[in-house]
């Protein structure tokens, strides 16, 4: 697709589960991004992978939250043990590094709910 | 890191007013600044862009105006209509172009018609 693809879109979870969300980037683009947006709020960044550089972990907001991005092209976050805290809409986006400046498209996000 | 301060956090007008909405940013090395429409349960969207080296970007209702000096940018958008009620993020990078970009706190953007 041309866009930047999510899944699941809708996610109920038990709280203690783990859950993964998936991000497809748009072809070609070497930085991804996962932000969280609780109701009502911003974005609160979590993490950026740019090419084979190291990602910048520095938003994650404990250690129950990883991601990892294969091939340079698919990302996934990972929750470990969710918390009903971690209910949010978690955007992924990318972008194509380029000196003209680095437009992030953003995904439609995967909405998470933890009972 | 960039911290990117936006104000206001609330505005609300009149339909066919204007509105206008400020971002503040640190690093005086950022040349980059977007803006993003967000309308409720929709993903983010670029509305325009800035770069550092003009100071006014204009696409039909909407400007950027970008005072690199006092390091702010502003959003302008005239003759409001309901359908531009949404939120409204500000962003810029740290350093670069290439650099990370930092959002700022988003306005809620209320048109009454």
């Known amino acids: 697709g041309a866009g930047v693809s999510q899944s699941p879109s809708n996610k109920v979870t038990e709280k203690g589960k783990d859950v993964e969300l998936r991000c497809d980037p748009i072809s070609g683009h070497t930085a991804l991004y996962w932000y969280r947006q609780s109701l009502g709020q911003g974005l609160e960044f979590l993490i950026y992978f740019q090419g084979n550089s190291a990602p910048d972990k520095s938003g994650l907001p404990s250690d129950r939250f990883s991601a990892e991005r294969t091939g340079g092209s698919v990302s996934t976050l990972t929750i470990q043990r969710t918390q009903q805290e971690d209910s949010a809409v978690y955007l992924c986006?990318?972008?194509?590094?380029?000196?003209?400046?680095?437009?992030?498209?953003f995904g439609e996000g995967s909405w998470l709910t933890v009972v | 890191g960039e911290n990117v301060e936006q104000h206001p956090s609330t505005l609300s007008v009149q339909e066919g007013d204007s509105a206008v909405i400020k971002c503040t940013y640190s690093d005086s090395a950022s040349n980059y600044f977007p803006w993003y429409k967000q309308e409720l349960g929709k993903r983010p969207q670029l509305i325009i862009d800035i770069r550092s080296n003009v100071g006014e970007k204009k696409d039909q209702r909407i400007a950027v105006t970008l005072n690199k000096t006092a390091k702010h940018f502003s959003l302008h958008i005239t003759e409001t209509q309901p359908e531009d009620s949404a939120v409204y993020f500000c962003?810029?990078?740290?350093?670069?172009?290439?650099?990370?970009?930092?959002f700022g706190r988003g306005t809620q953007l209320t048109v009454w018609p």
């Open positions: 986006a990318s972008s194509l590094r380029r000196d003209s400046g680095n437009t992030i498209y």
């Open positions: 962003a810029a990078p740290r350093g670069s172009t290439l650099g990370r970009l930092y």
